[in-house]
């Protein structure tokens, strides 16, 4: 009889436990690497209680691993009015309040159970105008590819509207520029987020003439001063730089705390990582490294990062190394690495540690006690 006869048998309940760690995991990587630090944790966990209850009862639900369109989607919904994404194009559209999704969820459900008609029309007329938008840059240059489709379906997931009004957004054809409408008082501050968005569009993937003509008839339309059109486009090239820098150290960060699943988890989640942070046009010179299973050196590349950029890196690979729910010899391994980590960037891993591991307890905790009550 081998070994493995005597190995105990995988408790159920202990299973699903498992299970939701891992959803935890990359829930907390999508949350941290969208921008807005652990502090989103608290809230993107409420918004997706029942998805985390479905898991405990069995369900199998769209994961990062294995369905990162869909899951892109589901995520980008979710965290939308707590903090949208800093790599989504229209992001600052939603930060004016431009989606339904904040009223329906937060200090309006005190009293009431939906929005108001004013609320909706705005959103709708708004929503609507910034969708045309970003589906004319991307349709600019070519066919839309299916990041680019993906990325329009989580902006208009994100608007929160009702389904009749959201369902013609998802499949419309694009529009001609010289031939969108725009109608109605449109605030300064959402036409500046609007523009933001179409640039942040256009130079993800690099930055192309006709869309860079999509996005000067827009500012026509919408009166915007040219020269503060430009200082929107200066502006988001250095962010995107500055993105490609965090992105990377967060698939080395993964790579180097996991250097002992590749091939494996420390691939993937290095990989799909890779895929949500780093601009698409700086994207494939990262990944090839991992790809190819290129030993990771740390040599203080991410030193150079803001504060806040190296907590999310090290948030992010401590999230990465939870992923498998490792047993106590496996989290003192993944420490002492991650501490390494922390080191080449200059920082200490036990705050981002805290952290994460501090909102995946408190996700637990309620989760784990009905399962255990019987």
Sequence with gaps: MTLDAYAPMVDPKTAALGRLIGALAEDAIFGLASGGGAAVLE????????????ILGGHRLNTMSNELEHWVVEMTRAIAPIFPPAWMPMADVLREKVTLEVGARGLRSF?????????????????????????AV??????????????????????????????PLYAEAPIAVEQLDVYGDVEPGFAKALLRGAWLASAWDSIDPREEHVIRVVSNKLNFAAM?????????????????????????????????????????????TGTIM???????EVLAQVGHGAKVTLARRGAQLSTEDKHMVLGIAWAAALYEDPSV???????????????????EGAKARHAVDEWVNDVLAPAAFPMGAD
């Design 43 to 54: 809230g993107l966990g409420r918004r997706r209680g029942e998805a985390y209850q479905a």
């Design 111 to 135: 009293f009431s159970s939906k929005p108001s008609e004013k609320d909706v029309l705005r959103v709708k007329r708004l929503g609507t105008l910034a969708t045309r938008v970003l589906r």
């Design 138 to 167: 991307f349709a600019a240059d070519g066919t839309l590819d299916p990041e680019e489709q993906r990325t329009i379906a989580g902006f208009v997931a994100s608007l929160g509207l009702p389904d009749e009004d959201a369902k």
């Design 228 to 272: 503060e059109l430009e200082v929107l486009r200066n502006d988001v090239v250095t962010k995107l730089e500055t993105r490609r820098a965090a992105g990377q150290a967060a698939v080395d960060a993964i790579r180097f705390v996991l250097s002992d699943r590749m091939p494996g988890h420390g691939v993937t989640l290095a990989a799909k």
């Design 278 to 284: 780093i601009p698409k046009r700086y994207r494939d």
């Design 329 to 347: 010899a496996r989290r003192a391994l993944f420490r002492a690495r991650h501490d390494r980590v922390a080191q080449d960037l200059g920082e």
